[in-house]
């Protein structure tokens, strides 16, 4: 979807425990995207919160989180793919899943943008915490029901948001993601 | 550089404590490129070491770390750049700066590549860990003189390597790496 400029876009967990998955282009130049590596260094931690700046490749602000009632969001992962399941998952067996990686290919396709430029996501509700051995632990998301998280547009965007369809990282079960934009 | 398919790169910190930014797209296709989040998600680490895949946004291994003597390397920042000194050393007034970035963009220029492309590097010997309230701490590198990172190309690569610019990253002094090629 465009996310104009100074609007907002509202992310709300409806029943709890669901991890929604986001990423970001500018809605004029596709070459400048949403960075993780970036926005994770600038402020040196690996979380976000209310006030975050989240940065582009070229090191300017997209959005700006300004209301978020979990503070629990990751930086780290890419989104899930038919890959992920097919490699950390040898139990499915290689079955063909829905995943975060295709539901957002698919809402950047109708822009020309291909599947190639989707980078690490900004994991909304997701809880990945980090040992100090470096070791990765994916925790169920901390949500409950109506908890929500806002960022506004710095700029013209094109948004790409799913809710997570990996089982694991929603506690075994998959549900809908409620998204509201206010100009 | 082009580095084929089989052969090994080997990277040496020659003077001790100097993180060197590595970057990799595919030879004959560069959509296909470094994924620092699929490397660490298919993992389920932060950290590579022996053994390890450095996989691309397609989720296919890009290159294998076959001999570390060091065990420390970060995959969570991006590779400084002149918005990294002015944004997080403003002490530095804005003053041009070498860096990470405008290296490995001067490296992959000859082959077309726009510094658009290059997302998030493998910052070998860089010393990054996270405490469990997310806040990022910068150590300097654990290396001593002659310590050395191998790995071996999976497919036909273009590498791009530089030593780091960012004094505060290399314990207050930047060093040269020294980099071997065999086919």
């Not at 609007?7 to 809605?27: H, I, K």
């Not at 582009?56 to 629990?72: L, P, Q």
């Not at 909304?124 to 998301?141: A, K, N």
């Amino acid at each position: 979807m465009r996310l104009p400029k100074g609007a907002t876009l509202t992310v709300v967990d409806p029943c709890g425990e669901q991890v929604s998955d986001l990423f970001l282009f500018a809605a004029d130049d596709h070459d400048e995207w949403f960075s993780s590596g970036r926005t994770t260094d600038y402020a040196n931690t690996i979380y976000v919160g209310p006030g975050s700046s989240l940065y582009s490749n070229r090191s300017r602000v997209m959005a700006t989180v300004v209301e978020d009632s979990v503070g629990v969001h990751d930086l780290t992962l890419t989104p899930c793919s038919q890959d992920t399941f097919d490699i950390l998952y040898p139990d499915l067996g290689g079955a063909e899943h829905p995943s975060c990686f295709a539901n957002l290919a698919g809402a950047f396709a109708p822009h020309g943008i291909s599947p190639d430029r989707i980078s690490t996501t900004l994991n909304v509700f997701m809880d990945v915490w980090t040992d100090l051995d470096g070791e990765l632990h994916i925790d169920p998301p901390p949500t409950v029901p109506g908890d929500r998280f806002v960022v506004r547009a710095e700029m013209d965007l094109l948004v790409g948001v799913t809710a997570c369809s990996a089982e694991k990282s929603n506690n075994g079960r998959c549900t809908p993601i409620d998204l509201r934009v206010d100009a």
